[in-house]
């Protein structure tokens, strides 16, 4: 939703159309800010639109210039035009239809096509990845292998960018890799402990538009695709999960009054690693109690530079680490003595892509050169 932290904020009310056609009619309406006083502040940088916080009624269109400039997003035949001058530009789009293909373009800067979720059922794509943020090689091939996959919305498991989630980073290691994905996808991000070393996470907060309505804040918060919700959590706060503090009062709130026959948590720590970090036990003794209480299929996370998929599970929760989106890897344990849980592990660079499918839910671990390692389909 629009904040003081954007430049420039749009409402556009348009109609979405069938997968295939375009948006045509609609009504919009617009308002317009001068640049914040922390963005003169920073050497903007040009950023691509991309689309955040997808619902199925709604979305938003994002996208930075280097120089103040007009914004101009069009659909279909329509333009809108502000002629204020800004820098970081957010479009709000209203009364799309569930399960549509919704297509924009900023004229001279990008488009893309997204679809918006069904209100209950259908089937979904969607791509997992973590620890990200280096700009190397390896995470613009894997930037690759998750845009050919055609997802229709990310999770991203945290560390977006190295090594402290500077602001003057955010283009070359994660908005250049992943503009032709993000254009087209909306990114789920959590934050990681990397991405609160500066400015205790500012960039982070600034680059993302995230699901607030009832979280009251984009460090946590949770959002419903057809028959799955996923709760984004902030494992980096220190008070992370403690009695009466507002993000478990959150949590336990979403968790009991969610409908949807897939729960995943996901967040930035794992639960359980046999990497070389390891598991948090901050984690075990305050989420999985949570967790089992309320039926949460998977928690999901990164940190750990590999991948790693628990074979058993903690009455009916299930445990999957998936951070090899470009960062260093760093070699776990290896000694069966040392393991904390059995599980699945690989030193590789990787995304992990699922599918949902009403009762069925199916993971499958893809690598750098887009061959599949590890697959697991649960059906309930």
């Known amino acids: 939703m629009p904040n003081a932290r954007h430049a420039a904020v749009f409402l556009l009310v348009a109609l979405s159309v069938p997968l295939g ?20 502040a920073l050497a903007i940088q040009a950023v691509a639109p991309y689309v955040q916080n997808v619902t199925s009624t709604s979305a938003v269109i994002m996208w930075r210039t280097a120089k103040p400039a007009a914004s101009v997003v069009r659909i279909g035949a329509r333009e809108i035009r502000s002629e204020v001058a800004v820098t970081h530009h957010q479009v709000e789009l209203d009364e799309l239809r569930p399960g549509a293909s919704v297509s924009y373009e900023v004229p001279g800067i990008g488009k893309g096509t997204f679809r918006t979720p069904p209100q209950t059922s259908g089937k979904a794509r969607f791509i997992i990845v973590g620890d990200t943020g280096s700009g190397n090689a390896n995470q613009r091939a894997i930037a690759a292998r998750m845009t050919e996959y055609r997802p229709d919305f990310v999770l991203h498991v945290g560390d977006v960018v190295y090594d402290d989630g500077e602001e003057r980073l955010y283009p070359q290691r994660f908005f250049t890799p992943f503009a032709p994905l993000i254009a087209n ?52 706060d220190r008070d992370f999960l403690k009695p009466g503090t507002p993000q478990v009062e959150w949590l336990e709130r979403a968790l009991s009054r969610s409908t949807a026959t897939w729960k995943i948590a996901f967040g930035h720590h794992p639960v359980y690693s046999n990497g070389a970090d390891g598991g948090k036990p901050f984690l075990r003794n305050r989420a999985l109690p949570l967790f089992k209480r309320h039926g949460v299929d998977w928690y999901v996370n990164g940190h750990e530079h590999n991948y790693e998929r628990f074979e058993d599970h903690e009455d009916g929760v299930r445990f999957l680490v998936t951070g090899g989106g470009g960062a260093w890897l760093r070699p776990g344990r290896k000694k069966n003595q040392d393991q904390e849980k059995p599980s699945l592990y690989r030193d590789v660079y990787h995304f992990v892509a699922g599918e949902l499918d009403g009762n069925r839910l199916s993971f499958t671990a893809i690598d750098k050169e887009g061959k599949t390692f590890d697959s697991v389909t649960l059906t309930k």
Do not use: M
Not at 21 to 40: C, E, V
């Open 21 to 40: 056609s375009h948006a045509t009619s609609g009504q919009a309406s617009f308002a317009a800010s001068a640049a914040s006083s922390a963005d003169q």
């Open 185 to 236: 996808a909306p990114l789920y991000p959590v934050i990681g402990n990397h991405d609160v070393k500066a400015e205790k996470g500012a960039a982070y907060l600034r680059a993302f538009e995230l699901p607030s309505e009832a979280s009251e804040t984009e460090r946590y918060y949770s959002f419903r695709w057809g028959q799955a919700e996923f709760f984004a959590l902030d494992t980096t």
